[in-house]
């Protein structure tokens, strides 16, 4: 574990281009940007200005990075209008209305297919 957290952990930015910190050991000041928006808070266009690293035997890369924005420099999150309103639901329409068949469905229809099961599986026993 002292291994882990020693190749993690590197305040300067010398090893990995941006300092970086062991996972849950984020210095006062820095949040990822889920805990910006818990606050309601966006980081505004800012640089990142650090980054959280654990390392795992179960990804490729070897580790999973969460990066980190000043809470000093962040802003505030744009309210919702209408009109975002509005381009949020017909968004949302697109994604559970089926592009073959035309049916809207109570939930989102899965992106890996591009329709709804139904015509997908009408067209895999159509086609020999």
Do not use: N
Request: net charge positive; aromatic share 8%.
């Amino acid at each position: 574990m002292a291994t882990a957290y020693a190749e993690c952990f590197d305040p300067t930015g010398a090893r990995y281009g941006l300092p970086t910190f062991p996972w849950k050991f984020a210095p006062d000041g820095l949040c990822t940007r889920r805990q910006l928006r818990a606050q309601g808070l966006r980081p505004g266009g800012q640089p990142i200005a650090a980054q959280l690293m654990r390392l795992s035997r179960r990804r490729k890369s070897g580790a999973a990075i969460a990066y980190l924005y000043w809470v000093d420099r962040a802003l505030p999150v744009r309210p919702m209008t209408s009109r975002r309103c509005g381009a949020l639901a017909l968004a949302m329409l697109a994604r559970r209305t089926c592009p073959v068949c035309g049916v809207v469905y109570s939930y989102c229809l899965p992106t890996s297919l591009g329709m709804c099961v139904l015509c997908h599986d009408a067209r895999r026993t159509s086609t020999p």
